[in-house]
């Protein structure tokens, strides 16, 4: 958001200092107009736009109070900021019936000014908010109980939920929406979605968009006006990101108590492009004697699994094992659920060795998940063909590998704070010039660009949140200067970070 000023001073210095002496850009300000007295400013104010007002208090014709008042009576949704003299300074108090967002004691100290104007920024930020209240506490009851219905077994209150939100799962379809690499910054996509979908309902789970298309009959096949919406999304995706995007399908349903399942048809449906050119897969294309008994959550884990192997992201792979068997342990899975689930693991485990054109692991890793006699052999067979993987993946390059996976972890987890080559060879225990060395080598460029990049990254998915202001951003990505902050997404982007906020919110309307 673009936050329009109006400086009112009848001292031409001030005035102009004000006007043309800050970096308004870097506060996500601009100066729509400037007036020298109260009578002119509530002439510009009824017919310009404007945010906020920065008023003396003393001026002839109309003073900064009477600004004040006809903002107060005619537009409330303006922030004022009085500018006062120490005499008058008591008498400015008065001002606080017509809610002055503050007084500034002249000479104007720019540190205050520049602070009054972010609380400014908040508190118009905040008002819009409660003004749509009602609509985002919808979308957020309606998010939760997707979530509950994909992640939790079917409960009978699920349906009286369902109608009162206004949902409706006579008919549907289910899409899964992943971008690859896979990453957590989707923000943007789910705006896509949101914008080119047609008769469907999205939300986020995981780092997936869940997207419900629904129907008004039944369809044995995906509709195509179906596939053609979800073509125009990875279009539109793709055009705003380098990344890859990937749409699973899942077969058609009926039933609310089917929800979960047909969630997990889709995202089973998303490791389906590895075997196709298209983007999108259809889970209906699965072979039909294949055993898909799973739930949503234990589909995601899979697929997580997965995508951490084709990153060479080796200990978050061995972290989703972790997590799987513990859920065995706690929750007593009867033994042919865990073993269909480790044997989908070492499918997996083929797919990523065959794909990097290595041996596939030797079929005994399959004999000895099935005829596992204890969840203890169970997990000693899958670990060992994790480490199988592991090895045959890096080849000769495994100390290479493990060094930038290793990096590449700590760097995404402290984007935020300061980085530099020698704070990350400290924390790896290695010299800087071996470091740099190998990053460049594995990577492609260098470690100062990687990190620009990831942070310039990082600052895309907070640009698409409207209350996150373009200097707060800077700060969130590590970045202590707004203005060097804007110099390097101008960089990579080729455009500055209030002018790629600007070219989305166009292309949203």
Request: hydrophobic share 40%.
């Amino acid at each position: 958001m673009i936050f329009k000023l109006l400086v009112v001073d009848d001292e031409a210095i001030m005035r102009k200092g004000i006007a043309n002496f800050i970096d308004w850009d870097s506060l996500d300000c601009k100066v729509a107009g400037t007036a020298c007295n109260g009578i002119e400013a509530i002439e510009f104010i009824k017919t310009n736009p404007v945010d906020i007002v920065i008023t003396d208090i003393k001026m002839p014709g109309a003073d900064g109070l009477a600004v004040a008042k006809f903002i107060y009576e005619n537009k409330p949704e303006i922030r004022v900021i009085l500018l006062t003299g120490y005499a008058d300074f008591e008498y400015a108090q008065t001002a606080i019936k017509y809610n002055v967002s503050a007084f500034i004691l002249k000479p104007t100290n720019k540190k205050e000014l520049l602070e009054a104007i972010q609380d400014a920024q908040k508190q118009i930020v905040t008002s819009k908010k409660h003004s749509s209240i009602a609509k985002e506490e919808l979308a957020f009851l309606k998010d939760q109980l997707l979530l509950e219905m994909t992640s939790s077994a079917y409960l009978p209150s699920f349906q009286e939920r369902l109608a009162a939100l206004g949902i409706s799962l006579e008919h549907y379809y289910i899409a899964a929406f992943q971008l690859v690499p896979l990453e957590n910054d989707i923000a943007f996509l789910k705006n896509i979605i949101i914008n080119e979908k047609k008769d469907a309902y999205c939300y986020r789970y995981n780092n997936l968009v869940i997207a419900v298309y629904f129907l008004d009959d039944h369809y044995e096949y995906v509709p195509g006006s179906i596939l053609e919406n979800c073509q125009e999304i990875t279009v539109i995706a793709q055009t705003l990101d380098s990344r890859q995007i990937s749409v699973g399908i899942s077969r058609y349903h009926s039933k609310a108590s089917d929800f979960s399942y047909a969630v997990s048809e889709a995202i089973h449906a998303l490791t389906l492009n590895f075997y196709y050119e298209k983007s999108i897969a259809l889970f209906s294309d699965a072979p039909e004697n294949a055993d898909y008994d799973l739930t949503a959550e234990n589909s995601l884990d899979l697929f997580h699994f997965e995508n951490h192997l084709h990153n060479w992201l080796f200990e978050d792979a061995n972290a989703v094992l972790h997590k799987i068997f513990n859920k065995f342990k706690t929750n007593f899975v009867n033994s042919a659920d865990a073993k269909n689930i480790c044997a989908q693991i070492y499918y997996i485990c083929c797919r990523v060795l065959i794909k990097r054109e290595n041996d596939a692991p030797s079929g005994e890793y399959l004999s000895r998940i099935s005829k596992a006699t204890d969840i203890f052999s169970l997990e000693n067979t899958v670990y060992a063909l994790m480490d199988y993987t592991k090895e045959h993946s890096v080849g000769n390059a495994a100390v290479q590998n493990k060094l930038f996976d290793h990096a590449m972890k700590f760097i995404h987890s402290h984007l935020s704070e300061p980085l530099s080559l020698d704070i990350l060879s400290d924390h790896l225990h290695i010299s800087p010039s071996h470091l740099s060395r190998t990053f460049k080598k594995v990577c492609g460029e260098s470690l100062t660009e990687y990190i620009n990049h990831m942070r310039v990254e990082k600052a895309k998915e907070y640009l698409l949140q409207k209350d996150i202001l373009a200097y707060e951003v800077a700060n969130l990505v590590g970045y202590n200067d707004a203005t060097y902050f804007s110099s390097i997404f101008k960089k990579y982007t080729g455009v500055s970070p209030t002018e790629y906020r600007q070219n989305l919110l166009k292309q949203t309307f």
